[in-house]
């Protein structure tokens, strides 16, 4: 079984900045894909940016390209979400998955494990 566990999100002002933090515990997720979901008030969650288990691939949702960077470090068995320049359009629930498969993934049906979310709101 994997834990994930989100961290980082808040209340920030449009052009602000924040790192999301997902932590996974009971095993390494060293060898999963990872991903980042959003899910913003009255939508369906969707995707916002996925990363492959070493971090050499990657893909962002068009809305976010360019402001948001995935990243990860296995040694600490975590995934970042740093997001610049943010928008009110942003705010959401953002949720961190992991996917049984190494490689990237862009569709939460390929996503196994799902953290409980990390309230984002930007304020214009």
């Known amino acids: 079984q994997v834990q994930l566990v989100e961290s980082g999100g808040g209340l920030v002002q449009a052009g602000d900045s924040l790192r999301l933090s997902c932590a996974a515990s009971?095993?390494?997720?060293?060898?999963?894909?990872m991903g980042w979901f959003r899910q913003a008030p009255g939508k369906e969650r969707e995707f916002a940016a996925a990363?492959?288990?070493?971090?050499?691939?990657?893909s962002y949702a068009d809305s976010v390209k360019g402001r948001f960077t995935i990243s990860r470090d296995n040694a600490k068995n975590t995934v970042y979400l740093q997001m610049n320049s943010l928008k009110p359009e942003d705010t959401a629930v953002y949720y961190c998955a992991a996917s049984l498969s190494p490689r990237m993934r862009v569709t939460q049906a390929e996503y196994y494990y799902w953290g409980q979310g990390t309230q984002v709101t930007v304020s214009s």
């Open positions: 990363i492959s288990w070493n971090g050499g691939a990657t």
């Open positions: 009971g095993r390494t997720v060293s060898t999963n894909g």
